[in-house]
């Protein structure tokens, strides 16, 4: 089983294009992508998803004119027969964060904390932790600069083409919102 979340504080200026869906694509496409990414890194390809997306708090109080979502549930099958749930959003108060993906398996857990930068593994009778003393944020945008500036891409962790297939799966999540459908992946 693989559990995802998504949530931040993100509380935009007015007008900001954030805000608007047709500007960056919601807050599955856009935010919580990355959990989505990470997810088929490690546990592969998904087959279908099924999707409740909604504005519930910040176009209604806090930007009437927000076309972009606040909140998303997002129910995955993997071909690996495997299920998984990704959770996201950005009405959370500033004291309440978090970014992880969990894996749950027969003889392990794998919980990534990407904002906290800890991976625990949880074994039988045993928790071990790895904590991080770099920031992957800033590492990732070097690599990404690096390749721009010299033309080597090698050492980028994903190309087009495999952002595309969890780009796939985002917009499947939003057609499914929308068509109140399961919707396959192809």
Same mark, same amino acid.
């Given at each position: 089983m #693989?559990?995802?979340q998504y949530i931040d504080p993100f509380w935009f200026p007015p007008k900001h294009w954030w805000l608007y869906k047709d500007k960056g694509g919601g807050q599955v496409l856009e935010q919580a992508t990355h959990v989505f990414d990470l997810a088929?890194?490690?546990e592969g390809e998904v087959s279908h998803v099924y999707a409740e997306i909604d504005n519930l708090i910040a176009g209604k109080f806090i930007y009437p004119d927000m076309t972009?979502?606040?909140s998303s549930i997002v129910g995955l099958r993997f071909r690996s027969g495997a299920i998984g749930v990704m959770v996201s959003s950005c009405v959370s108060q500033n004291t309440f964060t978090g970014t992880f993906l969990r894996l749950i398996t027969?003889?392990?857990v794998v919980e990534h904390l990407s904002h906290s930068k800890i991976l625990r593994?949880?074994?039988k009778n045993r928790i071990h932790e790895i904590r991080s003393t770099v920031?992957?944020?800033l590492e990732e945008d070097k690599v990404?600069?690096?390749? #721009?500036r010299t033309g080597d891409t090698s050492k980028i962790k994903s190309s087009f083409e495999d952002? #595309?297939?969890t780009l796939k799966i985002t917009l499947a999540a939003n057609e499914s919102a929308k068509t109140g459908k399961v919707v396959s992946i192809d």
């Open positions: #693989v559990l995802g088929r890194y490690l972009a979502e606040d027969r003889n392990v593994i949880y074994e920031d992957p944020y990404f600069i690096e390749a #721009v952002a #595309v297939k």
